[in-house]
């Protein structure tokens, strides 16, 4: 097993640290993805791990399978489904790494997955969580995800910077974001200690952006790195515009915005029920797509009854 031991590595350039890292990643019903996102940690070749797979509510214990891929997992059964937030939060306490990296078990790594974002959080003591750019695993020479935009405190919404953009190095910089990436994101365990796990109550979407808001209301910064990468196989678990997605990005964004915007509540309001609610019924009345129009449905009478209020 790798020690929770600082260690020095030879880079070209110059000599860092390498403290040690715990990738923490969930597993629910479908460790072919897992298996393969396991085998490819070995090109980070990076030589400090911990590898941590919370089985979340699958319906067979899958240890031996992680095993026979990454004979040093640790992999942590739970019997029910907790959610991205519950399950992380799980995978977390067991972590021994100064570092905490959440990746989606349907990303693959490269040789710049790690490293860089060690180099910048060892120099750059104000980080809090940083992200890589991801690229698509099926298209990498287009960008998901380099950065997010702040989110508006009167409409709710943001946008990703460079999603599905053409890769020619325009994000390869190193840049302050309001978000880190859920399916990529590396934290300090003391600012995990400091601000506490992710809200549960979530359970599904927009709880690692409330997890952002908690680490820059700390005094820390979110950062991205564009020189650090990782390939993502995007919703290979929910499905594209699955009612589940529908359902759970509806409802929570509207906790979200109850929560950190509470001033600007009417306002938001206002803007969901005149503009929002009529034109995404309207659109998928249209094209027939009545179970997505159920969860939508379902998600704003939801979410117009938080249960996360501070």
């Given at each position: 097993?790798?020690?929770?031991?600082p260690?020095?590595?030879?880079?070209?350039?110059?000599?860092?640290?390498?403290?040690?890292?715990?990738?923490?990643?969930?597993?629910?019903?479908?460790?072919?993805?897992?298996?393969?996102?396991?085998?490819?940690?070995?090109?980070?070749?990076?030589?400090?791990?911990?590898?941590?797979?919370v089985?979340?509510?699958?319906?067979?214990?899958?240890?031996?399978?992680?095993?026979?891929?990454?004979?040093?997992?640790?992999?942590?059964?739970?019997?029910?489904?907790?959610?991205?937030?519950?399950?992380?939060?799980?995978?977390?306490?067991?972590?021994?790494?100064?570092?905490?990296?959440?990746?989606?078990?349907?990303?693959?790594?490269?040789?710049?997955?790690?490293?860089?974002?060690?180099e910048?959080?060892?120099?750059?003591?104000?980080?809090?969580?940083?992200?890589p750019k991801?690229?698509?695993?099926?298209?990498?020479?287009?960008?998901?995800?380099?950065g997010?935009?702040?989110?508006?405190?009167?409409?709710?919404?943001?946008?990703?910077?460079?999603?599905?953009?053409?890769?020619?190095?325009?994000?390869?910089?190193?840049?302050?974001?309001?978000?880190?990436?859920?399916?990529?994101?590396?934290?300090?365990?003391?600012?995990?200690?400091l601000?506490?796990?992710?809200q549960?109550?979530?359970?599904?979407?927009?709880?690692?952006?409330?997890?952002?808001?908690?680490?820059?209301?700390?005094?820390?910064?979110?950062?991205?790195?564009?020189?650090?990468?990782?390939?993502?196989?995007?919703?290979?678990?929910?499905?594209?515009?699955?009612?589940?997605?529908?359902?759970?990005?509806?409802?929570?964004?509207?906790?979200?915005?109850?929560?950190?915007?509470?001033?600007?509540?009417?306002?938001?309001?206002?803007?969901?029920?005149?503009?929002?609610?009529?034109?995404?019924?309207?659109?998928?009345?249209?094209?027939?797509?009545?179970?997505?129009?159920?969860?939508?449905?379902?998600?704003?009478?939801?979410?117009?009854?938080?249960?996360?209020?501070?």
């Amino acid at each position: 097993m790798y020690q929770n031991k600082p260690k020095t590595a030879t880079n070209k350039t110059e000599d860092i640290a390498t403290p040690l890292v715990s990738i923490v990643t969930i597993n629910f019903c479908n460790e072919k993805i897992t298996m393969e996102m396991l085998a490819s940690i070995s090109k980070a070749n990076y030589p400090a791990l911990e590898v941590i797979v919370v089985d979340n509510g699958s319906l067979k214990d899958y240890t031996k399978d992680f095993e026979q891929v990454y004979p040093e997992v640790k992999v942590i059964v739970s019997e029910k489904n907790l959610g991205f937030a519950g399950a992380n939060n799980l995978g977390i306490k067991e972590a021994k790494g100064d570092y905490v990296y959440l990746v989606n078990n349907d990303t693959e790594f490269t040789d710049r997955t790690i490293l860089p974002l060690i180099e910048k959080l060892e120099k750059e003591k104000y980080i809090g969580a940083i992200s890589p750019k991801i690229q698509y695993f099926f298209q990498p020479d287009h960008i998901q995800y380099a950065g997010l935009t702040a989110i508006n405190p009167f409409t709710g919404r943001n946008k990703m910077i460079g999603h599905r953009e053409k890769d020619t190095g325009q994000y390869d910089a190193f840049y302050e974001t309001d978000f880190a990436h859920g399916a990529a994101m590396m934290i300090r365990k003391s600012v995990i200690d400091l601000v506490g796990p992710m809200q549960t109550d979530y359970f599904l979407y927009y709880e690692e952006l409330d997890w952002c808001e908690s680490i820059k209301k700390s005094g820390f910064k979110i950062y991205y790195d564009g020189s650090a990468n990782i390939l993502h196989k995007e919703s290979m678990s929910t499905g594209k515009n699955s009612p589940l997605k529908m359902y759970y990005q509806t409802r929570n964004r509207l906790w979200f915005m109850k929560r950190h915007y509470p001033k600007n509540d009417l306002f938001f309001k206002s803007f969901i029920f005149s503009f929002v609610i009529p034109k995404k019924l309207i659109e998928l009345l249209v094209f027939g797509d009545w179970n997505l129009a159920k969860a939508f449905y379902k998600g704003v009478k939801d979410g117009l009854n938080p249960t996360i209020t501070n």
